[in-house]
Each structure stands twice: as C-alpha cells, then as structure tokens.
C-alpha cells in the first residue's frame, strides 16, 4: 500500500524488504549552511541536522551512504536512483557514495538542473546556478523512457510557420539523404535526384492522411507536413534550463525554501519508471515526489524524519483525494486514541492483532468469541473498548474451552497463558478475575492494554475564536480567525480551508501556519471554515466554524 512514513530513513530503509523498489529519488538536506538547511525546525528535524553535523564533509558523507546502501539493497536490479545534490558536496557524493555502492559503470547521467537566474551577487563573484542530479542504475538493465522538452518560441517561428485547419506544421524533405531511395512518379511529382525516402505505399497512406504538401508548380518537389501538436517536442540530454524553480507566484508553492517543482519530478519519474512501478522518496520532505508519482499512477513510499513534513504531504495529498486510485496510510510515532477506537470493529481487530505479531481471523462472523491467535496457537480476543468487565473474561474462558479442548487443558497443567484479551482498558472486575483464575485454577488469561501494543495518544485540543474587524471598500467582511490549540507533545502547526465542503473534505488554502492566526474577507452569506492543528506526535484536531455574514456569527463543531 502506499505509504508516509515518519522516522529516520535508515531505520525506516532497514524494514523494507530487498528487491522491491524501482526507483529512488533522494533529496537530502545538502552540506551547505546551516541556517537555511533547517527546514521545519521541529524535533525529528533538528535531530538529524544534529546527526549530519556531527563533523565537517567526512562525516556527512558517511552519514549519507549508510542511508544510499541501503536504498541500493531495496532496488530492483532494474531500478534507478536519482540523488539531487550541489555544488558542496556533489563531488564527493560522486565518488564515495554512488561509484562505490552503484558502481562506475553504472552512471547513467550528470543532470543539470538550471533553477537559478544570476543576480546582481554576479557581478561580484561567479554565480552557481544549477543543482546537480546524480543518476545510476543497479545493472545494465533499466528502465529508460526518452524525454522530450517544449521547442522555443523563436524555433517555432523559424520551422513552424505554415498553418492550416489542423494547426501549425513545419515542412520535412522527403528526399533520401543517400543514393538508395525510391524512384517513382507520384500525382505527376518526379522523384528527388537520390529517390523518396518511403516506397509509394507510404507516400499514398500519408497523402490520405493529409500530411503531404503538393506544391503548384509541379517542378517543386513534394514535402512532408510535420504538424507541431503531433510532435513529442525536442529530444533532451542531461541539460534541463525549461523547468522553472518554484516561485513566490507559484501555484504549487507551499512555502519553504527546498521545495522542488512538480514538473522536475515529472520529467524523472517518466524517464525512469512505467506506471504501477513502485517509487521511494527517503526524503520527502513536502510530498513533491509522491504527488507527481500518484499524478502518474504509480505506487509510492514516502519517508520523513520530520512530522511536519509528513503532515504537509498528507495534507497535500488530501487536496486531490477525489483523483486518488488507491488508499494510503500515514505511519506516524504515535496512534490517536479517538480514531482507533472509531475503526470499524472488524478492522480494528484485523489491524491491532497483526501488531501484536498473531494471525488474525479472515472471516468476521463465526469466529465465537475468538479474532485471532498467536503464532504459538493461543486465542486471541479483541475488544473496541475501555473498561472491559468480568463477563468477558468469563465468556472468553468457555470460547477458549469450545476452541480446542485439548490444547485449552495442556496449557493449563503447563501454566502456560491459554488465551490474551487486547482492550483500550480493562474494569476492576475483570482484573479481579483474572488474578483469581491464575490463583485458584492455574488458568492464565492474559489483558493486553492496546497502549502496550501500539503508542497511543490523545489528540490535540482546539478552539477557534473569530473577530468582525469590520467591511472593507467592497463591502466584503474582514474577520480574523485566532485558533488556540493544546497538546502534551507541543503543538506544531495549523491548516486553514476557508471554503470548506464535508463532501469534499478538507482543502487547505492556507497549509503551514505556525502561529494559528489567519485574516480572511467573506461575502454576505453563509460560510464553512474548518482548521486543522497538527501536535508534535503528528495526531490532529479539527474544528468547522459556520460563520453567517450580515447576520448573527454561530460557532459549531
Ligand atoms: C531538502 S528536503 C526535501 C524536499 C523535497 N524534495 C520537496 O520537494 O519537498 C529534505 C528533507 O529531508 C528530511 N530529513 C533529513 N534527515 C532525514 C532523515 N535522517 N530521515 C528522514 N528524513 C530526513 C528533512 O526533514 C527534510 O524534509
């Protein structure tokens, strides 16, 4: 399924099976200053930029390819990897990193990505323009898809000016270079001193086609009409000057400085891989990889140290849910007590058994009491609430007896557990009996907290409260929303859909706002605002503000 995941990417890299993967595109935090390398500035962040710091390129490097070995062991022998870096250390990632781990012969390219323009620095001192991007395979054996790029205005004015009903075309010689041609008359035209480059039967399907232009004087030679909308655009090299960084304007901007454009991770994912490839991002920082790898239907895993950064990418993907051909999950640190115990019963008991390392049941009905077992056989029973009383002990108990009688006996005179019981909490009442079972009978029943199983938290607290600073010229309505949010791991950031659509689900215009204050002009009329905090454990809240203009103001949630 895809995935985002939060955690160190060398930890996250070491569960993922060897052999599974068909492209990485890694984007590390360069080794370049340090102000500008923190990102998001929260925990897991500063961790790893502590990490990386440690000691001067060295370091760095060796901090670096622990992570690329192991991103080489979960690629294909058919799979690529893409490593954007600079000028600080592009040399060294080169040479120590990708030559010894990939191996020489399998460079496959130097991209150079041209994202600046030079300033007035320039003047002063040469500028650095471009990024590099380090592109190697695993074998000899990859995927590649050519790429084509836009043709530039002045090549379309120059080769593309003649025009008819079905668009712009540039006229092609139909001559053959060599002397090996094809030497016939067609429609009166004689053929070129070195003959057609197609035999007639070409020529005839194309002339149907409408693609052959017939010159009045008969004495001309015949042409061949390359019409612009037919043609996949210029063939590109490693050289990419046509795809613009983000900018302050840009639609897809989300507002920290490593963003990537959508369109450069366009261009190396259809390079490189065909659709339901599966494609690695360890770095992912704002999703810009997986957004464009789920735009370009294939499967994805995203990897963060950061819990913004994997709630920006949620968020970002939550956007255009609707287009979505597959579900994902968000592996975070911590699991959010309210939506677990709101999981439907039988996915939850699916779910909390796999963690817990049993096997659970594949049909929901029938199962008399029993959802699961360990791997050792012993039952397993699951509950989706707190407080669990005395009478589920005792009917675990009998559930366990009808299961396997024998086994049920033999673990009994073994005094070993005959069954476990995994709950959100457990009454007095059945603490009780379970301790007198164990006294008295030697029947061990084991109570599972799920906290023991997973880390669970409670969501964020949040409140929204809204201010009328009046109309402006037009007569719209100028209110200042200010949320207040509390969470025992520290709130990180809040998220604003000022139109929002229960249908539609939530789709933030506003996607990291680090202080919760927002001012926002409405029309008369009715309104749904909704604001997300994210705390530090990457758990959420949400609050929906009806907000009626030119009438009374009502707070709902
Ligand atoms: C340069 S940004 C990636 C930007 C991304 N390509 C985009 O377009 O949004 C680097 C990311 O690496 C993350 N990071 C740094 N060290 C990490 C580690 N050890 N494990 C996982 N992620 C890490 C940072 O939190 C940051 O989000």
Redesign the pocket.
Known sequence: MNQIIL??????LKKIESETVDMV??????FSNRNY?V??G?E??I???Q??WAGGIEHYIA?LKE?VEQMHRVLKPTGSIFL?CDWHANAEIKVEILNKIFGYSNFRGEIIWKRHNAHNDAKKKIAVLTDTIWYYSKSKKCIYNPIYGKYDEKYIKKFYKHKDNKGCFALDNLAKPDNKGYRYEYKGYKPPSNGWRCPIETMTKWDREGLIHFPKNKKHRLRFKRYLNKNKGVLLGNIWTDVTNISSHSKER?G?P????EKL?ERIITMSTNENDLIL?????????IIVAEQQKRKWIG????V??IK??DLRLQKDLNLFSQPYTVQLHKYDYDELRNKKAFEFETWIIEQFGGIPNKKQRGDFGIDGKTKENIPIQVKRSDSIGRNVIDNFKSAIERFDKTLYNKNIADKKTIGFIIAFSFGRGAIAEVARLKNKENIIIELIPVSKVVPIALKPKLTVIFNDLGADKKNLRIIEFIAQAESKSGIEFFAWDFKYNKEKGFNPLVLLDKKGKQTQKFRAGSHEIAVKVIDNEGLENIEIINLQINGKTKQTS
């Open positions: 955690g160190d990417n060398l930890e996250v595109y890694l984007d590390p935090p360069f390398e990102i998001w929260d897991g962040e961790r790893s930029f990490d990386r901090w992570r954007h989300i920290y490593t963003q990537k454009p991770l991002d360890p770095f992912v920082g704002g999703g810009t990889t990897i963060d140290q950061s913004q950064a920006i990418t």
